[in-house]
């Protein structure tokens, strides 16, 4: 079975183009594979899903394996000397890492850390862009993106704009190809929400999840199933698997207005993914990488998925 080092290394041999970004994800791999082992065998005095008391740069609260996971990946990325900066969804502003480098790579270090003491999966999602672009670029710029899951398996989905390709972490401390031809389900009957915010809802998203949960009787004419982890990577591997549509819209509540999820760390990198898998990504309007960033830390709206299902959403847009 073919690994990602091997991957890795083939892939830069033929394509120099390339290698920079090779170099970041073989090292943002192995900070994956320690992040991995922290979070399986955790030291009981850490506790690591304690709220540290500190807020990061978009205002959430951390937790110590949030700052934990975000240092990891650091270290990894300052051996590098391709990679020029490191974006990060916990550090108020860009870290310079090399002035000759020719990537720079955004990471949200600890998706879904507020489901760490609950057992859920959580995980690291990336982004790599060309370091001539400078920090704020559109995510049709990436290189390459992908996100680890840190759950039963620790596995990873990447793409460098081709095809996305799965591995999972063996014991040996590598990641191994999983032979999975990665595609997302052009149609679904499953929906993924947090109803609990349903009186936030703008007119469209509240038309859409009621058309669906109306089920076969309904205008839809077809029963739907709703999924919602609550963690981006966990509700995304799903999608992958078996297709979907995730909806994270913007809403009515104070500090919810323009999204929630981060564009540069989150929402472009799961773009780059869902696009080269045959879905569409959007902002509600419009595809989520062609959006560029105001801000190192925008929020933006996201809704990805199945592409005939979000072009379904899309219609109830005003």
Not at 15 to 40: E, F, G, H, T
Not at 118 to 136: K, R
Not at 191 to 214: E, G, K, T
Not at 256 to 275: S, T
Request: aromatic letters at 8%; glycine letters at 8%.
């Amino acid at each position: 079975m073919s690994n990602l080092s091997s991957m890795l290394q083939s892939l830069a041999s033929k394509n120099p183009a390339k290698a920079a970004a090779c170099d970041a994800v073989a090292a943002l791999a192995a900070a994956a594979a320690s992040i991995a082992a922290v979070i399986r065998q955790p030291d009981a005095d850490a506790a690591l899903g304690a709220i540290r008391g500190s807020a990061n740069a978009d205002g959430d609260d951390q937790k110590a394996l949030d700052v934990l996971a975000d240092e990891m990946i650091e270290r990894a990325l300052a051996v590098v000397p391709a990679v020029a900066a490191y974006l990060s969804e916990e550090q108020d502003a860009a870290v310079p890492l090399h002035d000759d480098g020719q990537v720079i790579v955004a990471s949200d270090p600890l998706d879904g850390s507020s489901n760490i003491d609950t057992n859920v999966s959580v995980g690291t999602i990336f982004s790599i862009l060309p370091a001539s672009g400078g920090i704020l670029q559109p995510g049709r710029n990436q290189l390459a993106a992908g996100f680890f899951v840190y759950g039963p398996q620790t596995t990873l989905l990447v793409s460098f704009g081709g095809p996305v390709m799965a591995f999972q972490l063996g014991d040996d401390g590598h990641f191994h190809d999983m032979g999975w031809s990665v595609s997302i389900t052009t149609d679904t009957r499953e929906f993924s929400i947090n109803a609990s915010n349903m009186r936030h809802w703008r007119p469209d998203v509240a038309a859409y999840i009621a058309d669906c949960l109306a089920g076969e009787t309904g205008p839809r004419k077809m029963n739907f199933n709703m999924r919602w982890v609550g963690s981006l990577v966990a509700d995304g591997w799903r999608i992958f698997r078996r297709g979907g549509i995730f909806l994270y819209p913007a809403d009515a509540r104070r500090g919810y207005e323009a999204g929630r999820l981060r564009l540069v760390y989150e929402a472009n990198p799961v773009a780059f993914l869902v696009e080269a898998a045959g879905g569409k990504a959007i902002n509600g309007d419009v595809p989520i990488l062609d959006v560029v960033p105001e801000t190192l830390h925008a929020r933006v709206p996201l809704v990805f998925g199945s592409a005939n299902e979000v072009d379904e959403f899309a219609r109830y847009r005003p």
